[in-house]
């Protein structure tokens, strides 16, 4: 009775025990499930003809479905409804059969409304005694991110290769030496033009210096040039002549410039050789053109000159030999307006520039001279050239104005001071705030007779200088007779 009693003691406990120990596993089998579930990894079990047993809710998120169980109920062909071709998972299972296990193998999918995609696979298979498999179970990874960035990236690459090469072609063809070097000098890169001009290939050239390279004058003038342009970063540009390997001797402009680090930090110097051998050829041809031309100026203002002075002698013969005062007198009179613009090609004989006077000079000029033509007495008359700054006529202005000062001037120094009286002649020079040029020849003098002969002008001297006021120098004139005569010209 008492074993009996035991014994029903003893089944009641380890009933006990089991139902505790049934209870633990059932909790662990919880904790297990909801571990299994909540994992971020995709964690699955396929059958061999291609059915889900058994998935994660991760698994399920990544082929697109709400849940695990929908995807477990809903994919009952894996290789046609996820790989999107059969092929595919028979390819899968091929090399589960042959290696027994599959690493991080990537593969596309298409999920329940997803775009495709990419997972990565890391299976094995689960056999019975016979070597049959069970099925297999694994883990699954999205990769769709990953893959477009590898994508992205390869594209990128492909395209900075192309740019590169694009870059190297067009390096590589452009007419004129080009390099860069490091801060120590060494070329780091180059064209094929400066190959050629050293001689070298770029294998050759490329961690070299100039020193190395180029003759110790050329060296020389580099190193100096790029130690200016280190001391003060930024663009450089000087002309220089190089010598190519073979021999040739070529003009050139240097542009240099230096080039930062990502620190800012100067990393170094980039430069172009532009040719310009033919424009320095054409320029000496211009300039030798020119200097002939300029000398031909020089003879041809001389030569005018001389036949002017000329035409005076042979009028002063021809008035002489006539033995008529009025007609010597007259031939004085036109002497001094050849010799007015006599004056005009002596000025520009003597000038460096050929084709402008200085009205200024020249006017002092005429004064003096037509001073000492009339043999004027200083301490009777005198007379003043006055001007602001410097007033320059070209060769069609020069002539006529010049007579016409010859005139104005001549007609003070006869007329304005009879017997003894004394007075002064003032010439003012001035360009006016609207451009035009403005010329005053002023007398304190006993002034015109006539206040009529201003505007109808009864002497030749005054009607020659309203024609060409008019018609030469498209000019006006202006003038009054109040204490003296003023005479105001302008024109543009």
Known sequence: MTMEKRTEEQLVAELHELRRRLADMETRQEAYEELFDRLPVGIYRTSPGGRFLKANACTARILGYDSAAELVA??????????????????VLGILRKRGVLENLELPYHGRGKSPGWVSISARPVCDE????????????????????????????????????????????????IFCKDRDGRYEDCNREFEVYVGK????????????????????????????????????VYEHQIVYADGTVRDVVVNKATYPHADGSIAGIVGVMVDITARKAAERQIQAALREKERLLHEIHHRVKNNMQV??????????????????????????????????HEKLYESKEFFRINLVGYMRDLAAELSQSYKIDPGKITYSIQAEREV?????????CGLVLSELFSNACKHAFPGDRRGEIKVVIAK????????????????????TDAQRPRSVGLYLVRGLVKNQLGGQLETRVDNGTEFRIRFH
Do not use: H, W
């Open 130 to 177: 016979a070597g049959n498999i069970l099925y297999q179970e694994g883990m699954i990874q999205d990769i769709t991110d990953r893959k477009a960035a590898e994508e992205e990236r390869r594209q990128a690459g492909k395209k900075s290769r192309e740019l590169l090469n694009f870059l190297q072609t067009l390096f590589d063809t452009i007419p004129s030496p």
């Open 201 to 236: 290939p770029r294998e050759e050239i490329v961690g070299r210096t100039a020193q190395e390279l180029f003759s110790p004058e050329m060296a020389d003038k580099y190193r100096e040039m790029d130690a200016i342009l280190f001391r003060e970063p930024g663009r450089q």
């Open 311 to 344: 035409i005076t002698c042979l009028l002063d013969l021809q008035a002489v030999s006539s033995g008529d005062p009025e007609a010597i007198r007259m031939a004085e009179e036109s002497n001094k307006r050849i010799r007015s613009m006599a004056l005009v």
């Open 392 to 400: 320059f006529l070209n060769m069609d202005r020069a002539v006529p």
């Open 74 to 91: 809903s994919v009952t062909d894996i290789g046609r409804q996820l790989y999107g071709d059969p092929a595919k998972r028979d390819e």
């Open 432 to 451: 006016t705030p609207a451009g035009e040029t403005e010329i005053v020849v002023r007398d304190n003098g006993v002034g015109l007779r006539d206040r």
